[in-house]
């Protein structure tokens, strides 16, 4: 099922519709577009709309910046600081958005 997406990533859900739930709202936001295409050489993603606003890479997104819901995400080619730098820009200019946890 995952064989052509060697992004994926997995999470057991309680039930079968908060499992729902949470791939429309990833869908709807436009984050499962970024699983959808290939990784790309210094690719840091930066949550600017989420449950934890920072900096992660496809392996931590969904986890610890999206907790599992949908919100904004911006593909940042470069590297980890500069990213950083990119977020705290952004934070410090108040458009960052930290969602109800």
């Not at 986890?63 to 904004?72: A, I, N, P, R």
């Amino acid at each position: 099922l995952t064989d052509q997406f060697p992004d994926a990533v997995y999470k057991l859900f309680n039930n079968r519709k908060l499992a729902a739930k949470a791939y429309k709202e990833c869908k709807y936001t436009g984050v499962l577009d970024i699983f959808k295409s290939p990784v790309q050489a210094k690719e840091h993603l930066i949550v600017v709309k989420g449950k934890n606003p920072g900096v992660y890479n496809r392996c931590t997104l969904m986890k610890y910046g999206l907790c599992w819901h949908g919100g904004k995400v911006i593909i940042h080619i470069g590297t980890r600081y500069d990213a950083q730098q990119a977020f705290l820009a952004l934070k410090n200019n108040h458009q960052t958005y930290e969602l109800p946890k």
